[in-house]
């Protein structure tokens, strides 16, 4: 089945850092979605990605849509504390709109 | 407005008991979903309604069983569960696929469900 590779796994960052983190797969995708998740809550979508190539940002938050549609990264300027939680990147076929495919996740800590 | 709502938040029964888990949206979205999360892993898709019909179900165990009374509400009965089905459940709603090849989900912030 269809697969998401998502890199880091984790990553320890000193607070004001910048961030960066990716998500590739053998299929091509037509949506990308990027969701953080703090402990015991629900995904929060973050940005989500309509077109190849496209450029979105959410604050600090900025993602691109690879041209290739197989690819899509996530950065984060300037890190504070709360950045901290769990980055899920996740897509959708085109002929699954309905299903979300996940990545396995980056777990983010930041260090005052 | 991009809220869901999820009840109740933490849930421990036994594995004789019968329990509901209920899922609330108002955003005029036609197509719900339950996923189960384990602790570090991504969601996994369990059921999704679309147009409140039953659309998707992947291969879940009978233990589990959707419901979807309206278009706004979704509902998960659960029945004689195993330890290990503890896991956070989370539903989530989308607007449902209108031609235009986005569809995007939104979470509640899940039922912590552990069976003893």
């Known amino acids: 089945g269809q697969q998401l590779n998502q890199s880091p796994q984790s990553m320890f960052i000193q607070e004001g850092e910048d961030v960066s983190m990716n998500c590739t797969s053998s299929s091509i995708f037509n949506t990308w979605l990027w969701y953080k998740q703090d402990p015991g809550e629900g995904p929060v979508l973050l940005i989500a990605l309509y077109k190849a190539g496209e450029l979105t940002s959410n604050g600090r938050l900025t993602a691109q849509f690879g041209i290739t549609r197989k690819d899509s990264f996530l950065n984060i300027s300037a890190s504070i504390p709360s950045d901290v939680g769990i980055y899920f990147c996740?897509?959708?076929?085109?002929?699954?709109?309905?299903?979300?495919?996940f990545g396995p996740g980056t777990s983010l800590s930041v260090i005052p | 407005d991009t809220e869901v709502t999820q009840t109740p938040k933490h849930l421990v029964m036994g594995m004789t008991n019968k329990k509901s888990l209920k899922c609330e949206q108002h955003?005029?979205?036609?197509?719900m979903y339950w996923y189960k999360q384990k602790a570090k892993k991504p969601p996994e898709l369990m059921f999704v309604y679309s147009y409140e019909k039953l659309s998707i179900n992947e291969s879940v165990p009978s233990r589990f069983s959707p419901e979807c009374p309206n278009s706004s509400l979704l509902n998960l009965h659960l029945h004689a569960l195993q330890p290990e089905d503890s896991a956070l459940y989370l539903c989530?709603?989308?607007?449902?696929?209108?031609?235009?090849?986005?569809?995007?989900?939104?979470f509640g912030p899940g039922t912590r469900l552990t069976v003893l």
């Open positions: 989530a709603s989308s607007q449902a696929y209108s031609g235009m090849g986005t569809d995007t989900q939104y």
């Open positions: 955003m005029g979205h036609r197509a």
């Open positions: 996740a897509g959708q076929l085109l002929t699954s709109y309905d299903k979300v495919i």
